[in-house]
């Protein structure tokens, strides 16, 4: 049996990838969030 939420686990959350109509705002937070689910992510696949 798979551990709960193996299916997500190759899927990798981008707060800045958004569709064209939609811009996004101006937190500065933003610009740390994408590396740092980057660098989650990455952890993440190399565990697998």
């Keep these: 049996m798979a551990?709960?939420?193996a299916v997500c686990?190759?899927?990798?959350?981008?707060p800045?990838?958004?569709v064209e109509v939609i811009d996004p705002?101006?937190?500065p937070i933003l610009l740390?969030?994408?590396p740092a689910y980057a660098a989650?992510?990455?952890k993440r696949l190399?565990?697998?």
């Design 40 to 42: 989650s992510f990455g």
């Design 46 to 48: 190399s565990r697998q």
């Design 9 to 14: 686990e190759p899927i990798n959350f981008d």
């Design 32 to 34: 740390f969030r994408s």
């Design 16 to 18: 800045l990838v958004m």
């Design 3 to 5: 551990q709960p939420g």
């Design 25 to 27: 705002t101006d937190d």
